[in-house]
C-alpha cells in the first residue's frame, strides 16, 4: 500500500496543513485553527445554528491568513468551488469539509464593508467572540470523549460502530452512565448549538455538570483544565474525591 | 397531437442531464435563433422564460395564464411590506373560520420563515391547530432558533422529505408555499454577481475595472443605471462555446425593459425586473407541474397558494426599488423588509444579518415519481403546458415536432 491519507494533514514539502471555516455571508474566514480539522468540522456545524459555514483544510498559500486577521481573507475565484451540488455562496447548514487545492487561492481582500459600522457589525464581533469559544469547548469535548471513554461509559457509541443491532436487541446501550437521552458531551454540544453569547452557554455548561456530577470529578476537572480557566465556584463541590487512579497525562 | 402552431401556457427546456443529447442535437438543427434559445437552458437550467410586460420574443406561441398576468404599476401604491404580509395572514384567518386547513412548505428560508412569522403573529392558537408545517432536518437546520420557540410542540408536523403537493391536496389540505418570493426582491442571477464582483471585474480592462470598482457599492442606487455594470453582467452570462450569448441576452433583457411600463434603474432592478417579469411564471407554477404526479396541473395550479402571489405583494415590489427594503448593498441584507419582518417577531439577529438565500424547494418537497414507475411520465419529461392545461412530456405525439420546427423558424429579432 502507498496510503495518501497523509496529504490531508501535510504538504508535500512537510509543512503541516492548517484549517479554517469560512462564511459565505460575510464572504470571509471567520476562524483559523492550526491542529485539527475533525474539531474544526465540529465547531462549523454547531455554529450553523446562527449561520452557514464551510469549513476547509487551508491550501497552500494562505500562511499569512491568522486567526487574528482572518475576517479579512476571502477565496479570489467563488464561481467555481461547490459544496455538493450548489455554489459555496448557497451552502446549506447541514454542512461538510472541504480541502483546499492550489486552484483555491486565499487573498487579503480587506474587511467586508457590508460589516463595517451598525447592527450588522455588532452581530459580526459577536460571533467571532462566540465562535472562538465554541472552538475552545468543542476541543476539550473532542479530547475528553475518546480519553474518557471508560469514565463515561459510552457503551451505545462501541454497540452502534460495531456490534451489529441484533446482537444488542435486548440490551440496553448508553452514551453514559447520566440517564440523559443522548448522553451529557451531547448536553454540552447542544448548548453550544442553541447559545446566543458566551455567557449563556457557559452558565448552562455549569448547570449540566452539576445536575450530573456522579462520576464525573475526572471528568469536569479536564474539561475546564482544558479550557484554560479555573473549575467554577459552583462546581467545587465536585472536585472532593478525585480518585487516587488518576492518570496526569495532561501535565 | 399537438401542433406547432399550438399556443402553449407554460414551456421547459432543461439541461438536467436527462434530455441534453436531445436539445443539443435541435441546436445543431437550428440557426442562431434556436441556438441561442437552447443556450438559455444551456445557462441558466431550466429556460422557462416569457414576459408578462414588455417585448420577449418566443419560438412559439404562448399566453401568461390569467392568473399570473401582472398588475398595472401604480406609483400610489402606500402600503408597506408588513401591512400586506399582515393582511395576507388575515385572509388564511379568513379562510379558516370557513373551515379550510392549509399546509405551509417550509424550508427554513427568509420566504418560508416570513411566512410561519406572519401566521404565529396573526392567527390565534386555536387558528394554529388548522395549519400543518411540511418540513424535513433541513428546515430545522436552517434556523433551530426558529424551530424551537415556535414551531416545536406548536404545530402540526409532516416530513416533507417523500411528500408532494397532491398527497397534501388529496388529505384536504391547501398547500402554501413561498416559491415567488424571490421574485418580490430580485434575483439569484443578481445574487452571483454580487458574490463573486470582485474576481469577475479582476477579469475586465483596467478602464472597466476601475469604474466597477468605484460604483461596486451603488447596486441599488437607482442614479447609478444598470448599463453602467454592463461589463461585468457579460462577464456573468459568460457561456462556454457560445461567445455571443451574453451580448444577446443582454440585449433581449434590455429590450424587455425599454419596451415595458415599469420603471427600471439600478443593477438590482436589473436583475429584479428580469425575475419580476421574466421568471415569474415558473416561480408560480413550478410547484405544481413539477413537484406533484396526481393532481391535474390546473387544478393544481389553482389549489396551491402562493404566499407572494397576490396583487399587493407585485404592486409593493414594483413601488419598492431601491430604498434598502430589497437589498441594502450585499447578499446578506438581500429581502431586507423580510429579514425585518421576521426580526420583530423572533428578535434574531443572527439570522437577520446573515442568512443567505438557499435553493430551497428541493429540500422540502419529493422530486421523484412514488406512484407510477412509467418513465415517460417522470417530471424530468415534462416540458410544457398547453392553453387547455393538458401536460406536454417530451416523447408525447407531436411534441419534439413541435421544438424543432418552432426553434429552427425562431429569428433573432433584437
Known amino acids: ?251 | 397531437m399537438l401542433n406547432p402552431n399550438d399556443t402553449l401556457y407554460f414551456h421547459s427546456i432543461a439541461y438536467d442531464g436527462y434530455h441534453n443529447r436531445y436539445w443539443n442535437s435541435v441546436k445543431q438543427q437550428c440557426g442562431e435563433g434556436g441556438q441561442f434559445f437552447i443556450d438559455i437552458a444551456r445557462k441558466f437550467t431550466p429556460s422557462r422564460l416569457v414576459s408578462r410586460n414588455g417585448d420577449w420574443s418566443l419560438p412559439w406561441q404562448q399566453e401568461i395564464i390569467p392568473e399570473f398576468e401582472m398588475p398595472a404599476y401604480d406609483p400610489s401604491f402606500s402600503k408597506t411590506y408588513e401591512q400586506v404580509t399582515d393582511e395576507r395572514a388575515q385572509w388564511v384567518r379568513q379562510e379558516i373560520a370557513q373551515g379550510k386547513k392549509f399546509a405551509i412548505m417550509y424550508s427554513g428560508g427568509i420566504d418560508s420563515t416570513l411566512i410561519m412569522a406572519a401566521l404565529i403573529k396573526n392567527l390565534t392558537d386555536e387558528e394554529k391547530t388548522s395549519i400543518l408545517v411540511c418540513a424535513s432536518l433541513h428546515s430545522i437546520a436552517e434556523n433551530p432558533t426558529f424551530w424551537k420557540k415556535f414551531i416545536q410542540d406548536k404545530f402540526k408536523v409532516i416530513d416533507s422529505g417523500n411528500l408532494k403537493y397532491d398527497y397534501l391536496i388529496e388529505q384536504g389540505y391547501i398547500p402554501i408555499t413561498g416559491d415567488t418570493g424571490d421574485t418580490i426582491f430580485g434575483t439569484v442571477m443578481g445574487l452571483g454577481i454580487y458574490a463573486n464582483y470582485d474576481f469577475y471585474i479582476s477579469e475586465l480592462s483596467p478602464e472597466s475595472k476601475s469604474h466597477l470598482e468605484s460604483i461596486k457599492t451603488e447596486i441599488s442606487n437607482p442614479d447609478v443605471h444598470f448599463s453602467n455594470y454592463k461589463d461585468i453582467i457579460l462577464r456573468h452570462f459568460k457561456l462556454d462555446g457560445s461567445p455571443d450569448f451574453p451580448e444577446l441576452f443582454y440585449r433581449k433583457l434590455v429590450k424587455n425593459i425599454n419596451t415595458s411600463t415599469v420603471p427600471v434603474n439600478s443593477l438590482h432592478d436589473f436583475f429584479w425586473w428580469e425575475i419580476f417579469n421574466t421568471k415569474y411564471l415558473n416561480c408560480a407554477v413550478r410547484g405544481a407541474l413539477y413537484f406533484n404526479d396526481r393532481v391535474d396541473c390546473k387544478t393544481a395550479i389553482y389549489t396551491i397558494i402562493d404566499w407572494f402571489h397576490n396583487d399587493d405583494y407585485q404592486r409593493w415590489s414594483m413601488v419598492n426599488n431601491n430604498n434598502g427594503q430589497k437589498i441594502v448593498n450585499a447578499i446578506n441584507n438581500y429581502k431586507m423588509a423580510a429579514r425585518n419582518y421576521i426580526w420583530n417577531v423572533d428578535r434574531n439577529d443572527w439570522y437577520k444579518h446573515f442568512k443567505l438565500k438557499f435553493l430551497s424547494l428541493s429540500s422540502i418537497a419529493g422530486t421523484q415519481p412514488v406512484d407510477h414507475l412509467d418513465p415517460t411520465r417522470y417530471p424530468a419529461k415534462r416540458v410544457g403546458v398547453t392553453k387547455d392545461f393538458e401536460m406536454l412530456y417530451l416523447d408525447d405525439p407531436g411534441v419534439k415536432e413541435f421544438f424543432l420546427t418552432n426553434l429552427q423558424n425562431y429569428k433573432i429579432d433584437w
Open chain 1, 1 to 251: 500500500m502507498n496510503p495518501n491519507y497523509k496529504n490531508l494533514y501535510v504538504f508535500e514539502d512537510g509543512t503541516k496543513k492548517r484549517n479554517g471555516i469560512y462564511s459565505p455571508a460575510i464572504d470571509r474566514f471567520i476562524l483559523v485553527d492550526d491542529y485539527d480539522y475533525h474539531v474544526t468540522l465540529q465547531t462549523t456545524e454547531l455554529l450553523t445554528s446562527k449561520l452557514s459555514l464551510v469549513a476547509w483544510v487551508l491550501p497552500p498559500g494562505a500562511e499569512e491568513m491568522t486567526n487574528d486577521n482572518c475576517l479579512n481573507y476571502t477565496f479570489v475565484d467563488k464561481t467555481t468551488i461547490k459544496v455538493g451540488q450548489a455554489t459555496m455562496s448557497q451552502s446549506r447548514h447541514i454542512t461538510q469539509i472541504k480541502f483546499g487545492n492550489p486552484e483555491n487561492k486565499i487573498y487579503n481582500a480587506g474587511p467586508n464593508p457590508a460589516f463595517a459600522q451598525g447592527d450588522s457589525a455588532d452581530t459580526l464581533g459577536k460571533l467571532i467572540e462566540y465562535a472562538n469559544y465554541v472552538h475552545t469547548v468543542s476541543y476539550a469535548i473532542s479530547i475528553i470523549e475518546p480519553f474518557m471513554a471508560t469514565a463515561l461509559s459510552n457503551t451505545k457509541r462501541f454497540g452502534d460502530a460495531y456490534v451489529p443491532s441484533a446482537w444488542t436487541a435486548n440490551l440496553e446501550l448508553a452514551p453514559d452512565r447520566t440517564g440523559l437521552d443522548k448522553g451529557i458531551l451531547f448536553e454540552l454540544k447542544h448548548i453550544l448549538y442553541m447559545s446566543d453569547s458566551i455567557e449563556e452557554a457557559a452558565g448552562a455548561i455549569i448547570d449540566v455538570w452539576k445536575n450530573n456530577p456522579d462520576d464525573k470529578a475526572v471528568v469536569i476537572y479536564y474539561f475546564y483544565y482544558l479550557l484554560g480557566v479555573e473549575i467554577p465556584e459552583e462546581l467545587k463541590f465536585t472536585q472532593t474525591a478525585l480518585p487516587k487512579t488518576i492518570s496526569w497525562w495532561l501535565f
